[in-house]
């Protein structure tokens, strides 16, 4: 009656008619209630009916003691950084303009894909059925019924003596076709800050949306206010309670316990990828895991790639990548995800829905990526990673570039840190959340409305045995097989310890918004639809080893070789010959030239059968095992044709 009641009242506070009002039996208003929220910035009558009935219902069931609804606007931002400050849960890092620094409980460090959940009417919507006997590993399904419980048991009065905060956003360029626009309600102001960053967000995005529907996202670090139990770094979170949830049919995401990343910046993985794969198979398009990069030759004939690798491969270097190749340009357009529609001339366009970056910031130096560090420089929040005495950042990959009367202080705030600890000055995990406009190489078209037209989508994985550097998938149908039996070592972007190779069908293994052998379909089905120009397909390996374990291809900019034989192949360049696992460099045509020191080709090359015999059982274990009666039948085909043509090796 009190949560009635409740209900009753806020709505009467914000003079807002609904159904439940007109039904409620008469009751005592003398009854003791919590009060309404206080609304401390903007007003709740100048939203669109459909976001203030939205808002109103998660009131309800949150009870924050106050509203504020994020306009978006420096100043905002300012008073948030500083409120921040003041409660401890950031630090400026007094080296640069405006960069910051978080240091989370050390419980909430990751995507936590155990406690990730997708909840469809059918388990097979969200997951195939694997074969008896085996655990499901690609994605988690949750029924309607637990999914409720689970809620249940979570957000009545979860923000209680905190704030809710409202963040209209939207993914991708305002006014873009391919945009599409979310609201998020967090209990979190780091949350707010990041998404700032990450996002176009505020009055502008809802002013994009009008009178459309939106993707409702609400998240809270489930820790309302007095909390029970002492707080870590200052830094809210409910590990035992961390619940990552996506109602697909509703277009909705309710996010619980976590403050990190991917668990609570809820425009990324959850929207951009997962609520958004399933929204672009219902209307005919893709949501990938993948960076969009321009690149132009030295006859200044401009491409534009979308390339696809597991967390932790170098997709945000590759993205930024500084050419060693004379006369080369390359441009970047975004880091981790595109949106791609084929347009009315069957071109494929892409978009980078996000507006910032979220790297991973250990291994990222000069060396490996400068235009990564130029980018945050300033203007950027850091989580996780170690400081420096003379109020800089540091981490591993760094070691160069630290004065020697510069003392470290580590994540976990050890001072005088050093590496004979034994323990990494950053978490592996650490990041840098950047605007991408201060990217120094950021393509001029990338907030182009249309997209930029998209010629290859290249798949890769870090994969120390067995795979060349780069090979051309026959065609369509033998691209999509290729990302379907992709496999990768594990990465700390998740929670999973040690080293191991997993299968990560499209980079997406995390991401898939719906049943992963649908998903192998939907891409399927492009083959089938009439005037589409259909981009090439490939593969690349910048991390195999030698027998000794050392790396047989420099990478980084030199990375852009590779690119180059890629385009040449997007140019119809008769620079490819066949093998079993599908079409790779002819002899010579591969541009080493000026590279230092010896390069082994024919270790770089090598499809050793072995190898690929395995390779194969192991593909087809995981397709049936996982994938079982979902895999279609075009996707074994192909696997029995690579059989085939290992065996006639
Ligand atoms: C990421 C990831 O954070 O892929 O981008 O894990
Ligand atoms: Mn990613």
Redesign the pocket.
């Known amino acids: 009656m009190a949560a009635i009641l409740r209900g009753f009242l806020i709505r009467q506070a914000y003079n807002c008619t609904k159904s439940l009002v007109a039904s409620m039996p008469a009751c005592n208003l003398t009854t003791q209630v919590t009060p309404p929220p206080k609304v401390v910035k903007g007003k709740l009558e100048d939203l669109q009916p459909h976001i203030r009935q939205y808002i109103l219902e998660k009131v309800d069931v949150c009870q924050p003691d106050n509203i504020h609804i994020c306009d978006g606007t420096e100043e905002e931002n300012v008073s948030m950084l500083n409120q921040l400050e003041k409660d401890g849960m950031i630090k400026r890092l007094t080296k640069y303009s405006n960069c910051w620094l978080a240091r989370t409980d050390p419980k909430d460090v990751a995507r936590v894909e155990s406690k990730t959940v997708i909840s469809t009417p059918t388990m097979r919507e969200t997951v195939p059925i694997p074969r008896e006997g085996v655990k499901g590993t690609v994605g988690k399904w949750m029924s309607p019924e637990d999914l409720e419980k689970a809620l249940g048991e979570r957000f009545p009065g979860c923000m209680k003596g905190r704030t809710m905060f409202v963040i209209p956003f939207s993914m991708g360029p305002l006014g873009s076709p391919l945009s599409k626009i979310g609201i998020q309600l967090t209990d979190s102001m780091y949350v707010v800050a990041c998404m700032k960053i990450m996002t176009r967000m505020g009055k502008k995005a809802l002013a994009a949306l009008g009178q459309d529907d939106f993707v409702r996202c609400l998240h809270s670090v489930g820790q309302p206010l007095p909390m029970k139990t002492p707080m870590v770094n200052n830094w809210p979170c409910n590990p035992e309670k961390t619940l990552v949830t996506h109602i697909p049919d509703r277009r909705e995401i309710q996010s619980f316990g976590s403050g990190y990343g991917g668990n609570s910046l809820l425009g990324k993985k959850c929207f951009a990828l997962r609520i958004a794969s399933r929204i672009a198979k219902d209307e005919g398009w893709l949501a990938e895991?993948m960076l969009i990069l321009g690149l132009t030759n030295p006859q200044g004939h401009k491409r534009y790639i979308a390339a696809s690798f597991p967390?932790a491969c170098g997709?945000t270097n590759l993205a930024m990548i500084t050419p060693t190749l004379p006369g080369w340009k390359a441009e970047c357009v975004g880091d981790?995800i595109a949106w791609m529609k084929f347009d009315k001339e069957g071109r494929l366009r892409a978009i980078n829905p996000e507006y910032g970056f979220f790297g991973v910031a250990p291994g990222t130096s000069d060396k490996t990526n400068p235009n990564a560090m130029r980018t945050c420089e300033s203007n950027t929040v850091f989580t996780n990673v170690a400081e420096r005495s003379d109020g800089g950042f540091f981490w591993e990959g760094l070691e160069k570039e630290i004065p020697k009367d510069v003392s470290i202080t580590s994540w976990l705030g050890q001072e005088n840190w050093t590496k004979e600890s034994g323990k990494p000055a950053a978490h592996p995990n650490s990041r840098f959340c950047t605007p991408a406009s201060q990217c120094p190489n950021l393509d001029p078209a990338w907030e182009d409305p249309e997209g930029v037209p998209i010629d290859a989508i290249v798949f890769g994985g870090r994969r120390p045995k067995g795979v060349p550097l780069v090979y051309e998938a026959f065609d369509w149908k033998h691209g999509v097989f290729i990302a379907a039996a992709m496999r990768s070592e594990t990465t700390a972007a998740a929670e999973f310890k040690g080293k191991a190779i997993m299968h990560d069908p499209f980079a997406m293994r995390p991401f898939f918004g719906y049943n992963v052998g649908h998903y192998f379909q939907h891409w399927l089905d492009f083959q089938q639809k009439p005037g589409l120009q259909l981009p090439k397909m490939f593969h690349v390996n910048w991390f195999r080893t030698s027998e000794q374990g050392k790396f047989l291809w420099p990478g980084f900019g030199e990375n852009t070789r590779v690119l180059d034989w890629i385009l040449k192949r997007c140019d119809g360049e008769d620079v490819a010959q066949n093998s079993a696992i599908g079409l790779v460099p002819k002899e010579g045509s591969l541009n080493v030239d000026g590279l230092d020191g010896p390069l082994d080709m024919k270790a770089l090359f090598n499809i050793p059968k072995d190898f690929w015999m395995e390779e194969v059982q192991e593909i087809r274990k995981y397709f049936e095992d996982q994938i079982n009666d979902d895999l279609p039948k075009d996707i074994s085909n192909e696997l029995n044709s690579l059989e085939d043509r290992i065996k006639a090796m």
Do not use: A, G, L
Request: hydrophobic residues 0%; without cysteine.
């Open positions: 895991h967390s997709k981790d």
